[in-house]
């Protein structure tokens, strides 16, 4: 048997044997080339004034601080990749909070979420993601929307976000390593996406489909999965109020490693299911492939909602790992949504 991290056993493609790899702290990274960027992009926007390069750049929204992290106010946080330089001029930004998603639960430390990504393509370490992502080109970037639909259409993803507007919504999150974040997303809802683009009566699923371009991500070329990475929800999954269009994080659009420029997140289901930097959105009459489904059907279901009662085949799924605390908190079904989505799954 042969494992991968995230996904472990992988019954067709298991070629190579993932073991973890220990990095430097970030803090003992020197900071130099960081500063030495930012001070050139700022210079690029006109800014010379010293005042400006004191204040942060990346959020590190701490929306309140608790007992159990006390010293988590807010506190000025260098960029670990360029990309973030690109949210100080990008319009709708910071997009209103949504009145229905702004509970008062302690946000997640944005500079850990920036550092701790799923995202295959460039490395299954989750840890080195955000430093592998220069290569990768995130403008322009056309969205193809089709398949069954009346009003197919294609348009970059900077249109898509001024054509649909943008609001804020604090939402949990939870990946099936049992690991969890909660993080304010900046998007729309996929609902008004579908409205627009007037489905057919025989589309009864959304399939969407990442990047693929093995000059701009390293891990195309080293990991034998059946890239694209895919993935897809039913319509009415797809339809419901609480499955967002991200294409911001913390107040600013999505850095590289969040899936940038524009990603799906579907808080109720586990993190797989929120697939990154889509270049196709395309319904469809027949449930379609995923990638993980492919590689690992029993492990990694089409549906895969959160349930702290349905163990993973080698792991209990009954509570989750928050990154940034590293508390340990029950699991919740659903993920907590169930008052927006159990519907969907009840029979009769
Ligand atoms: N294209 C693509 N999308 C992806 C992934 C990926 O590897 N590639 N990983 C998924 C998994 S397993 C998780 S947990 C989340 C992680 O999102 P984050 O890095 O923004 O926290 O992205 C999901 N979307
Ligand atoms: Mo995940």
């Excluded at 005042?51 to 960029?79: F, H, I, W, Y």
């Excluded at 054509?163 to 939402?171: A, C």
């Excluded at 579908?194 to 959304?206: D, G, L, N, R, T």
């Amino acid at each position: 048997m042969q494992r991968v991290y995230f996904c472990g056993i992988l019954p067709r493609m298991a070629n190579t044997i993932h073991r973890p790899e220990w990095h430097l702290p970030e803090s003992m990274i020197t900071l130099e080339a960081v500063f030495q960027n930012r001070r050139r992009f700022l210079r690029q926007l006109g800014f010379t004034g010293a005042g400006l390069l004191a204040s942060p750049l990346v959020g590190c929204s701490k929306a309140e601080t608790t007992a159990a992290n006390p010293a988590s106010g807010a506190k000025p946080v260098l960029s670990s990749t360029a990309t973030n330089f690109v949210a100080v001029t990008a319009k709708g930004y910071p997009a209103p909070r949504n009145p229905e998603f702004d509970p008062k639960w302690t946000l997640t430390d944005g500079s850990v979420a920036a550092r701790y990504n799923n995202f295959y393509e460039f490395t299954t370490n989750k840890e080195r993601v955000h430093r592998l992502v220069d290569r990768f080109i995130t403008a322009p970037w056309p969205v193809e929307i089709g398949g069954l639909v009346e009003k197919p259409m294609t348009l970059d993803a900077v249109e898509l976000a001024e054509m649909m507007g943008l609001e804020e919504r604090v939402y949990r999150f939870r990946c099936v390593e049992a690991w969890a974040m909660i993080v304010p997303w900046t998007g729309f809802p996929l609902r008004k996406l579908v409205e627009k683009v007037s489905p057919k009566p025989e589309a009864k699923f959304v399939r969407f489909e990442t990047f693929f371009r093995p000059d701009q991500a390293p891990n195309f070329r080293d990991q034998n999965y059946p890239w694209p990475y895919t993935e897809g929800l039913r319509l009415d999954e797809a339809m419901n109020p609480l499955t967002l269009v991200a294409t911001g994080i913390y107040g600013k659009p999505l850095p590289k490693q969040h899936g940038a420029p524009i990603r799906i997140v579907v808080p109720w289901k586990y993190g797989y299911k929120s697939i990154k930097s889509i270049v196709k959105i395309e319904f469809v009459a027949k449930q379609p492939t995923t990638l993980w489904e492919s590689l690992a059907p029993d492990e990694y279901p089409f549906e895969s909602n959160v349930d702290p009662g349905k163990p993973h085949p080698r792991w209990s799924q009954a509570t989750e790992r928050l990154i940034d605390s590293g508390d340990r908190v029950k699991t919740l079904p659903f993920n907590g949504y169930g008052s927006y989505v159990a519907k969907l799954y009840s029979k009769g």
